[in-house]
Nanobody
Framework: QVQLVESGGGLVQSGGSRRLSCAASGETFNLNSGHWFRQAPGRQRELVASISSSGSTVYADSVKGRFTISRDNAKNTVYLEMNSLRPEDTATYYC?????????WGQGTQVTVSS
């Protein structure tokens, strides 16, 4: 069993920056890929960024050039560095990880960007 805990959300001014963390605990020896999703009220959950075990990354067009996903394997943590934030980035951000062929989700952390 793997548990994921997101942190780092909060209220940010437009143009500001924020770093989200997703810390994994439990059976973390076989962690593979890490992902960040977000969901705003009334909208579908969308993939923001992914990072594979090899370090390759994928970004949504809406965040490319502004967000960076990274991982620290020693800390079993995936990060999402968010820069040049916009009000439309406001959403609940969820961490997802794949470990041992199973999918795990975090509880979500709220990011609100004010103009």
């Amino acid at each position: 069993q793997v548990q994921l805990v997101e942190s780092g959300g909060g209220l940010v001014q437009s143009g500001g920056s924020r770093r989200l963390s997703c810390a994994a605990s439990g059976e973390t020896f076989n962690l593979n890929s890490g992902h960040w999703f977000r969901q705003a009220p009334g909208r579908q959950r969308e993939l923001v960024a992914s990072i594979s075990s090899s370090g390759s990354t994928v970004y949504a067009d809406s965040v490319k050039g502004r967000f960076t996903i990274s991982r620290d394997n020693a800390k079993n943590t995936v990060y999402l560095e968010m820069n040049s934030l916009r009000p439309e980035d406001t959403a609940t951000y969820y961490c997802r990880a794949i470990a041992g062929g199973r999918v795990y989700w975090g509880q979500g952390t709220q990011v609100t960007v004010s103009s």
